[in-house]
């Protein structure tokens, strides 16, 4: 018997009949011509799984290799926003403000919170101070403390008065860099600890901690011509708010380059932004942000309320929260990224607001205006003299802020603390009409700083809860000298 002819001649129009099933063999896979090396090898090495029929015992392996190869090429910086973003996770306050601003401007319901805020705020009495200034004769010193006072300003300032409250109860010498340098070397009984600045627990004995409110609110001053530029620009911002009396509000606003590139938020600069800030993230981090491996969700950091506030978010907190077109502002911030574009609904807002740099001429700035700790120590000032202060960032500016006006304010703080959480959700609703948006912002106000005088815990910081380490309750009829 004669096999069929498996191809047809030329002149043939019906295929041929097939083979039988027993006599026909498994064909080999065909796979494209390989164009590269690494191809030619994939190639092979799948040719021989095959022939050898191991393929069932290596396609999981092939599969999740191949799963993340795939993972590795993703660019997770440029992926696009899902569909469905959870609520909270897109920046939508421009689309905000559009829709509030014409009922925001024709709201004249209430008189402006400056003159109402925290009216009952002292249902926990009173404070007063309580450092010991007296002066006493000092035993001989048992030696020398080397400090370096680590950090921008506020970091120093925990170095310094750490350092005062050790060498105080060890009857010490301090010694700080910059004073009498030259002298310690020749003394062979010398402490040098650096950095300083964390390395004194918050819950010291009462000695220690008594030293350390002494440094921080009686005896630190900052320089002569800081202080005098800082009181100058405090005057000058109560003559701008007669209207209220001379009460004035202050908001710290961390919205510089460096902090929206660390923050990794997504705004509404578009390419522009994304490229500003790839290029300060590798200019301040090299490579940080781009390691293998490394996925961000700029959706999930602005839900848990890691954005730093933008101006005009910080405007609409504040006009929610009662504070009127009148009301003056004193902004204590670095360079705004883009902010023109950014600061203008600010401005529109709050016509009243200034900076360092409006209160001042340019040969007054001068002398401070490439320094950055003197330019804060500048706005630390007018923030401390401030009815209201309003901090949008964590950090140790504040930190210290927020001990020294409960100090300086019978141990009531007076500062707005937002929850970004509620802000983030609240934000993300551009439907949302006034009348809802002020009270839902009301409602923030009334949570940021509810609880009157602070008494603190043994997690907190005498730097921010003065009481009772630094301040004692007065009685009613207690004349302050």
């Given at each position: 018997?004669?096999?069929?002819?498996r191809?047809?001649?030329?002149g043939?129009?019906?295929?041929?009949a097939?083979?039988?099933?027993?006599?026909?063999?498994?064909?080999?896979?065909?796979?494209p011509?390989?164009?590269?090396l690494?191809?030619?090898?994939?190639?092979?090495?799948?040719?021989?799984?095959?022939?050898?029929?191991?393929?069932?015992?290596?396609?999981p392996?092939?599969?999740?290799?191949?799963?993340?190869?795939?993972i590795n090429?993703?660019?997770?910086?440029?992926?696009p926003?899902?569909?469905?973003?959870?609520?909270?996770?897109?920046?939508?306050s421009p689309?905000l403000?559009?829709n509030?601003?014409?009922?925001?401007?024709?709201?004249?319901?209430?008189?402006?919170a400056?003159?109402t805020?925290?009216?009952?705020?002292?249902?926990?009495?009173?404070?007063r101070?309580?450092?010991?200034?007296?002066s006493?004769?000092?035993?001989e010193?048992?030696?020398?403390?080397?400090?370096?006072?680590?950090g921008?300003?506020?970091?120093q300032?925990t170095s310094?008065?750490?350092a005062?409250?050790v060498?105080g109860?060890?009857?010490?010498?301090?010694?700080i860099?910059?004073?009498?340098?030259?002298?310690?070397?020749r003394?062979?009984?010398?402490?040098?600890?650096?950095?300083?600045?964390?390395?004194?627990s918050?819950d010291?004995?009462?000695?220690?901690?008594?030293?350390?409110?002494?440094?921080?609110?009686?005896?630190?001053?900052?320089?002569?011509?800081?202080?005098?530029?800082?009181?100058?620009?405090?005057?000058?911002?109560?003559?701008?708010?007669?209207?209220?009396?001379?009460?004035y509000?202050?908001v710290?606003?961390?919205?510089?380059?460096?902090?929206?590139a660390f923050?990794?938020?997504?705004?509404?600069?578009?390419?522009k932004?994304?490229?500003?800030?790839?290029a300060?993230?590798e200019?301040?981090?090299?490579?940080?942000?781009?390691?293998r491996?490394?996925?961000?969700?700029?959706?999930?950091?602005?839900?848990?309320?890691k954005c730093?506030?933008?101006?005009l978010?910080?405007?609409?907190m504040l006009?929610?929260?009662?504070?009127?077109?009148?009301?003056?502002i004193?902004?204590?911030?670095?360079?705004i990224y883009?902010?023109?574009?950014?600061?203008?609904?600010?401005?529109?807002m709050?016509?009243?607001?200034?900076?360092?740099?409006m209160l001042?001429?340019?040969?007054?700035?001068a002398?401070?205006?490439?320094?950055?700790?003197?330019?804060?120590?500048?706005?630390?000032?007018?923030?401390?003299?401030?009815?209201?202060?309003?901090?949008?960032?964590?950090g140790?500016?504040?930190?210290?802020?927020?001990?020294?006006r409960?100090?300086?304010?019978?141990?009531h703080?007076?500062?707005?603390?937002?929850?970004?959480r509620?802000?983030?959700l609240?934000?993300?609703n551009?439907?949302?009409?006034?009348?809802?948006f002020?009270?839902?912002?009301?409602?923030?106000?009334a949570?940021?700083?509810?609880?009157?005088?602070?008494?603190?815990r043994?997690?907190?910081?005498?730097?921010?809860?003065?009481?009772p380490?630094?301040?004692?309750?007065?009685?009613?009829?207690?004349?302050y000298?």
């Amino acid at each position: 018997m004669h096999a069929y002819n498996r191809v047809p001649s030329s002149g043939q129009s019906s295929p041929s009949a097939p083979s039988s099933p027993r006599l026909r063999s498994k064909p080999a896979p065909r796979f494209p011509a390989p164009q590269t090396l690494p191809q030619h090898l994939a190639s092979q090495f799948l040719s021989l799984l095959l022939r050898r029929q191991g393929i069932f015992l290596f396609a999981p392996l092939i599969y999740i290799s191949a799963v993340l190869f795939y993972i590795n090429t993703l660019d997770f910086h440029n992926l696009p926003p899902p569909h469905y973003a959870p609520p909270g996770s897109v920046y939508r306050s421009p689309q905000l403000y559009a829709n509030l601003r014409p009922q925001m401007d024709s709201d004249n319901s209430n008189a402006d919170a400056i003159s109402t805020i925290w009216r009952n705020s002292y249902k926990g009495g009173e404070w007063r101070p309580c450092i010991d200034k007296s002066s006493r004769g000092l035993p001989e010193s048992n030696g020398y403390i080397y400090i370096e006072a680590n950090g921008g300003l506020n970091q120093q300032r925990t170095s310094i008065c750490n350092a005062v409250a050790v060498a105080g109860y060890l009857n010490a010498t301090l010694v700080i860099p910059h004073f009498h340098f030259h002298s310690i070397w020749r003394d062979p009984r010398i402490i040098r600890i650096s950095p300083f600045a964390n390395r004194l627990s918050f819950d010291a004995p009462p000695a220690v901690q008594r030293l350390r409110c002494l440094a921080n609110y009686e005896a630190l001053r900052f320089s002569n011509p800081i202080l005098s530029l800082g009181q100058t620009l405090v005057a000058r911002m109560k003559d701008r708010s007669a209207n209220n009396s001379g009460k004035y509000i202050s908001v710290h606003l961390r919205f510089e380059e460096d902090m929206v590139a660390f923050s990794c938020c997504i705004y509404d600069g578009g390419d522009k932004e994304k490229i500003d800030m790839d290029a300060a993230r590798e200019r301040g981090w090299r490579g940080k942000f781009t390691k293998r491996g490394k996925v961000i969700h700029p959706g999930a950091i602005r839900i848990n309320g890691k954005c730093p506030l933008t101006p005009l978010e910080v405007g609409l907190m504040l006009r929610g929260m009662g504070f009127g077109k009148s009301t003056s502002i004193y902004l204590a911030s670095g360079k705004i990224y883009d902010s023109e574009r950014h600061m203008k609904p600010l401005l529109e807002m709050f016509p009243l607001l200034q900076t360092k740099e409006m209160l001042t001429s340019h040969e007054e700035l001068a002398p401070f205006q490439n320094y950055s700790s003197r330019m804060a120590a500048i706005d630390y000032t007018v923030c401390l003299h401030s009815e209201v202060f309003v901090t949008t960032q964590g950090g140790n500016f504040p930190h210290f802020l927020l001990g020294h006006r409960r100090f300086l304010y019978g141990g009531h703080s007076r500062t707005i603390r937002p929850d970004k959480r509620k802000l983030a959700l609240l934000y993300d609703n551009p439907t949302i009409g006034w009348k809802s948006f002020k009270r839902q912002m009301l409602n923030v106000r009334a949570h940021s700083d509810s609880k009157g005088i602070e008494i603190k815990r043994p997690s907190d910081s005498i730097y921010s809860v003065p009481c009772p380490d630094c301040m004692r309750r007065s009685n009613k009829t207690e004349v302050y000298p």
